[in-house]
């Protein structure tokens, strides 16, 4: 493959990824600012390490790399928030947390226009524990095979389908009103 | 169509509304991150060429000022000079036994002296 052909398919690729990537990375951070930094992040990742590999085997590694990219900004966050504690009396922890985006509160630009159908999705999802909105947005929106999955978040199969056996139950629980 | 796949295909319906509603200014930093990555990879080679060929002259710089260097040390050249001697001796067409002879009767001639 030439390097241009190599440029022209790396382009469709991340083309066709990158728009459900950003609304994963939002979703799991609720914030776009750090979730385009996120994705962009993933996108020199993959093309830095992986260009040369092949083109099917792209969309578990490009996952991979946003879904490290995501645990890692968590760590970080649970990390500053730790520190806070530690150094910091109680009020101005609280005073800190209060000037801090809500991260149980959806972006509203996400909700803009949408159904509320579609808001209480978004809303539900981020309600979920990470590991479970990983394995519905891979398995489910991104439509990953199991083992693609798994090799995107570093797990076994048997944990994609118990992850994804649970998150199920509780989408479906909280969307009862919302689907057919 | 079971439960399962009417809430697939539910979820799969609202979330792509939720890409279809992202505004231009979104889609076009995307588009310029996606740019930026792929023209990376292009950078990048272009460094390693400049890498390999600043490598390449440095190499051919120092070689340049090793060569000199060691054409003017000589520092065995009197032990190579003395092994060409004998070289030239034995190729010549002097018999041993009268360059024996001839150390015999130096010998004999500095023991006299000696004596």
Redesign the interface.
Known sequence: MS?VEQ?QQ??AF??SV???A??MAEIATCN?DDA?EL??DA??G???HY?KHEPENWPPLFHRILQNRIRDWHRRHKLRATILHWFCKDEDVRNIIEALPDSHITDP??Q????D??SQ??IALQSLPRRQQQV?MLR??EGLSVQDTATAMGCSDGSVKTHLSRA?QK??AE?EA??? | MT??H???S???Q??N???E???HT??T???V??????A???D?KQNCFMLAALASAMAAFMLTWMMPQQNNSKPDLPMQAGVIEDFDLLASDIELELLEDVEFYQWLESSKHAG
């Open positions: 390097r440029e790396l382009n991340l083309m990158e728009k459900r950003l609304r776009r385009l994705v962009q996108m020199f993959l093309v830095k260009a630009a996400l803009m226009d949408l159904s159908a579609g999705l978004v519905f489910i929106w199920m989408l479906k969307l919302y689907w057919p | 439960d399962k009417d809430f697939e539910f979820a799969n609202k979330l509304e939720t890409v509603h992202m505004g979104t889609a930093r995307l588009a991150m996606r740019h930026e990555a792929i990376s990879t292009t990048r």
